[in-house]
């Protein structure tokens, strides 16, 4: 077990490149700093901390950390990280296309040979108690011999629309400025995991499976915190948990895990670990850093140790830029998607200011991917415009007006005020 002590209040590259910066400048000390001295640092330092999306650029390294293109008509790249543009999702189809596909890595994207690669099942919670130096092992084309399924299901960060914690509601937040569009939709084929569990003899006692990444360790603020990997208990790996080895019909690209992922329905992004190498089953509770440190809803609503994020929130997002121009007077059509980590939506609303209408639903939805929708808009006065969308999901969840804040901006699900002009 690695330490778990002095780091950072964030997952994200670019804030520590950032820190680091700080360091060097004499500005701050890694050795047992602590959370709270984290916080009072981030609050009085001179770097705003949501201002990191406009900082990538000047610091990103030459070597890009994903391997795809990243037009800047697709993406908008922070870092380590690439969000997609929500206009580039106006005229595609339900599925998001994997040139579009958001990514998000801890590190660099590796470079992994399907033909020698195996997963590797070890621990207490297996017949045997297999240990890592002897583990279970499933080669790629076994893998592949086991019994197939598809799911369409998004993939979402759980930082996901955090800069609106500032833009929208004044407030600092430690990560990644994404907009919203740190999510996608895609179909993904496998092999489920509890057909992998059960066969690598899947015990009665087991309560945790800790999935890790072989993606170099991740490393901040001068702590090594080993590979990405997150635990989760048995009951969620049993019930819709798919080990993937297509994404939309083709072998999972580099950026997305090949050889092969977990793909984790409905929880954070964090869960659906990307370039699967082990996987630990065990009879006592798993811990890791990305799930006692990060993904914890810390701050004055919270108790002191957080709560931890599983579920995504409702969400909505026009396809459209910030600040799109429309004509005055011309007839127009607003499309836009809605999800949540509750299952399907229900309803979405969208005011262009004056009142709200009901959208209308374009195309059916997975329980575990979005809802397509459109309203026609017919601006009359020129000049600036908000639009908003407000979605509620199929258990009767809404989305706020605000969101509770949490210092490290996670699940922001308020309505989020899209400016627009008409011209
Ligand atoms: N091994 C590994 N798995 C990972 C990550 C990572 O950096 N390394 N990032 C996680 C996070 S935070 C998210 S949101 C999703 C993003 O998946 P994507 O890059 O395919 O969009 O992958 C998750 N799985
Ligand atoms: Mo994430």
Redesign the pocket.
């Known amino acids: 077990m690695v330490a778990m002590t002095g780091t950072g209040l964030t997952?994200e590259a670019t804030y520590d490149r950032t820190r680091l910066a700080q360091w060097r400048a004499g500005q701050a000390r890694g050795d047992g700093m602590s959370r709270r001295g984290l916080l009072r640092l981030a609050a009085g330092g001179s770097l705003a901390l949501t201002a990191f999306g406009a900082l990538p650029a000047a610091t990103a390294s030459a070597a890009s950390p994903i391997v795809k293109p990243l037009p800047p008509e697709l993406f908008e790249v922070y870092g380590t990280n690439a969000e997609t543009r929500w206009e580039a999702l106006s005229g595609q189809g339900y599925l998001t296309p994997v040139d579009r596909?958001?990514?998000?890595?801890?590190?660099s994207t590796p470079s992994i040979d399907a033909g020698t690669w195996s997963l590797k099942l070890f621990g207490t919670g297996l017949r045997g108690a297999p240990t890592a130096d002897r583990p279970v092992e499933f080669t790629y084309a076994d893998l592949l011999r086991l019994p197939s399924e598809a799911i369409t299901a998004a993939?979402?960060?759980?930082g996901n629309g955090r800069s609106h914690f500032t833009g929208q509601q004044g407030q600092t937040v430690a990560g990644t400025a994404w907009k919203l569009g740190?999510i996608?939709v895609a179909r993904w084929c496998g092999v489920r995991l509890s057909t992998v569990l059960a066969k690598a003899g899947l015990t009665r006692h087991a309560v945790d499976v800790l999935p890790e990444?072989?993606?170099a360790d991740?490393v901040t603020g001068g702590v090594n915190l080993g590979?990405?990997r997150r635990p989760l208990p048995v009951a969620k790996a049993l019930q819709d948990v798919l080990l993937a080895y297509e994404m939309n019909g083709r072998p999972l690209p580099p950026?997305?895990?090949h050889p092969v992922?977990l793909v984790v329905p409905s929880w954070?992004?964090?869960?659906?670990?990307?370039?699967?190498g082990r996987i630990e089953v065990s009879e006592t509770p798993l811990v890791s850093p990305w799930n006692t440190q990060y993904y914890r809803l810390l701050g004055p609503g919270y108790p002191a140790e957080g709560t931890v994020v599983t579920r995504q929130v409702v969400k909505s997002a026009f396809e459209l830029p910030w600040n799109a121009e429309f004509t005055a007077g011309g007839r127009h059509v607003l499309s836009g998607r809605s999800w949540s980590g509750n299952g399907r939506i229900r309803r979405v609303e969208v005011s262009t200011g004056d009142g709200w209408r009901r959208a209308r639903f374009v195309g059916a939805a997975a329980d575990r991917g979005w809802q397509r929708w459109e309203i026609p808009w017919r601006p009359s006065t020129s000049g600036s415009h908000t639009l908003r969308a407000r979605a509620t999901d199929i258990i009767g969840v809404t989305q706020p007006d605000v969101t509770p804040h949490n210092t490290q901006g996670y699940l922001f699900d308020a309505v989020v005020r899209h400016p627009v002009r008409v011209v």
């Open positions: 997952d596909f958001f990514v998000r890595n801890h590190t993939i979402e960060c759980a740190a996608g990444g072989l993606d991740y590979k990405v950026d997305h895990g992922r954070v992004g964090i869960s659906s670990i990307k370039w699967l």
